[in-house]
C-alpha cells in the first residue's frame, strides 16, 4: 500500500474516534467528566445512560499548528536567505485496557521558500527518516516547496505490576543533562533544532522492571536504516539524595559503549552529569575510544531567574568544518560526535518578565574551534493556547576552516496548540 493511502487510511481512523468533538481549549488527558443543566428531579433521556456519560474517555487527541519565517543573513550587504514552515502534529493516545496502551504521533511539514529553491537535495533532507521502517514521505515537492509527512512515535505498550515493554517507534531518554547527551545512544538530537520539541524516536524494543519507586532496570534494542543495532542495559536507583544511572551496550554494531550518569542537588540547584565510552569492536586493543562527557548546574532564584551553565567534552577528533550542517542533518548526527571537538561552555539565563511574557539569553563557546554561538528568545502568550516567540541564533568563527565565518538566523513562530 503507498504512504499516502497508509496516511489517509489513519488519519480517518483518528477522525471517526474524535467524532464527538474536540475542543482547542482542553489541555491533553482525558477530558473531564461532562456536566448538565438538568437536576436531579428533572431526569430525562440522558439519566438513563449517565454512568456512560460519567465514564472518562479512554483515548486523548491534541497537537498543534505553528507558522514560522525565517530569515537567514550571512553578511548584510549580500543576500538575504528567508523561508516559510507551516508545521502540524497531531498526537493520538488509546489507553485500550489497564494493561495495554497505544500510541501514534504524526507531523506535517510545509516548507517553501529560498532554502528549497537554492538547495537541489533540501526535498531528501527534511524526508530523511533514520528509522529501521521508512515513515516519512513527501507528498509533493517542487523547485520552491516541499510538503513533507512523517509518523514520528507509534508504539504498543504492555505494562502489568512492575514490568513494562514497550515496541514500536519511541523516544528512549537516557539522558540527564539539557544540550549534549552522550548517555543518549539511541536517538540523538541537535540542541539548535528547537521547533521540534519532541525530539526522535527510534524503532525499537524495550522492557524495563521496577525494582522499587525509585530504581529500575531497562534492556532497549533499536535498528536504524542500514540495519545495523544498537543494543544496551541500563540500572537507574536512588542513593544519598542523588540518581544514579549505569549502563553498557554495543553502538550500531560496531562500539563497545560504557557510560555513568547522575541527578542531584547542590546549595538548591540542580546538579546533573553523564559521561560515556566508546570502543570500537574491530582491533578492539589496537584503537583509541572516544570519551564523552557533560556536567550541568542549574539554579531559580527568588526572584524567578533561572541561571543554567553546562560543560561538555568530546574527545572525538573526526570533525567537519560544517558544524551547522552536521547539527541540522539527522543524517551527519551521532552519538559518538554529537558536537565539536574538545571543550564547549553552555549557559543560559531567563526571566519571566510578566505572566505573558519570557525572555532569555544563551551562550555556546568552543575555544578549541574558536567558535561561539549566541541565542536570544522571546516570548509573548498572546492568549491560552497560542504563543509568538522571537529567536535568533548567531553563529560565529575565527577559524579560517571553517566554510562560514559568520551566520545569524532569526526565527518568528506563531503557536497554536489544541
Request: proline residues 4%; aromatic residues 16%.
Amino acid at each position: 500500500m503507498k504512504p499516502v493511502a497508509v496516511y489517509t487510511l489513519t488519519l480517518f481512523f483518528i477522525l471517526l474516534l474524535t467524532a464527538d468533538g474536540i475542543s482547542l481549549g482542553n489541555p491533553p488527558g482525558p477530558r473531564a467528566k461532562a456536566s448538565y443543566s438538568q437536576t436531579a428531579d428533572s431526569a430525562g433521556p440522558l439519566a438513563a445512560d449517565s454512568s456512560a456519560v460519567k465514564k472518562e474517555r479512554s483515548w486523548s487527541f491534541n497537537g498543534y499548528v505553528k507558522d514560522m519565517q525565517t530569515l537567514i543573513v550571512h553578511k548584510i550587504d549580500e543576500p538575504w536567505v528567508t523561508d516559510n514552515l507551516i508545521h502540524n502534529r497531531n498526537n493520538f493516545k488509546w489507553n485500550i485496557s489497564r494493561s495495554f496502551t497505544f500510541c501514534l504521533q504524526e507531523r506535517n511539514r510545509f516548507y517553501w521558500g529560498d532554502l528549497t529553491a537554492i538547495s537541489p537535495q533540501y526535498a531528501d533532507f527534511i524526508a530523511y527518516d533514520n528509522g529501521l521502517v521508512n515513515m516519512s514521505w513527501n507528498i509533493f515537492s517542487g523547485k520552491s516547496y516541499v510538503l513533507n509527512i512523517a509518523i514520528d512515535r507509534i508504539w504498543l505498550d504492555y505494562t502489568r505490576d512492575k514490568f513494562q515493554v514497550t515496541l514500536g517507534r519511541q523516544r528512549i531518554n537516557w539522558s540527564q543533562t539539557f544540550v549534549w547527551n552522550p548517555n543518549d545512544i539511541f536517538n540523538t538530537y541537535s540542541y539548535f533544532d528547537f521547533d521540534y520539541e519532541e525530539k526522535p524516536g527510534s524503532d525499537a524494543i524495550r522492557l524495563q522492571y521496577f525494582t522499587s519507586p525509585s530504581s529500575r532496570v531497562e534492556i532497549a534494542v533499536k535498528a536504524d536504516k542500514d540495519k545495523k543495532v544498537t543494543a544496551a542495559g541500563l540500572y537507574r536507583f536512588n542513593k544519598w539524595k542523588y540518581d544514579f544511572q549505569g549502563l553498557a551496550g554495543i553502538y550500531t554494531q560496531s562500539d563497545l559503549v560504557l557510560g555513568l550518569g547522575w541527578a542531584g542537588q547542590i546549595a538548591g540547584g540542580g546538579f546533573k552529569g553523564e559521561m560515556s565510552w566508546f570502543q570500537p569492536l574491530k582491533h578492539f586493543g589496537d584503537t583509541t575510544g572516544v570519551f564523552l562527557s557533560s556536567i550541568e548546574y542549574d539554579y531559580t532564584f527568588r526572584n524567578s531567574i533561572f541561571l543554567q551553565f553546562e560543560g561538555f567534552y568530546n574527545s572525538n577528533h573526526t570533525n567537519s568544518a560544517n558544524v551547522l550542517v552536521n547539527q541540522f542533518n539527522p543524517a551527519l548526527l551521532n552519538a559518538k560526535n554529537p558536537f565539536l571537538t574538545g571543550f564547549s561552555m553552555f549557559g543560559n539565563i531567563s526571566y519571566p518578565v510578566t505572566p505573558l511574557i519570557s525572555i532569555a539569553l544563551a551562550g555556546i563557546f568552543n575555544p578549541t574551534n574558536k567558535m561561539y554561538f549566541i541565542i536570544p528568545t522571546f516570548t509573548f502568550s498572546l492568549m491560552n493556547n497560542l504563543d509568538l516567540s522571537l529567536i535568533s541564533q548567531t553563529f560565529q568563527t575565527y577559524d579560517p576552516a571553517m566554510v562560514s565565518s559568520c551566520q545569524t538566523s532569526v526565527f518568528i513562530r506563531l503557536k497554536g496548540s489544541f
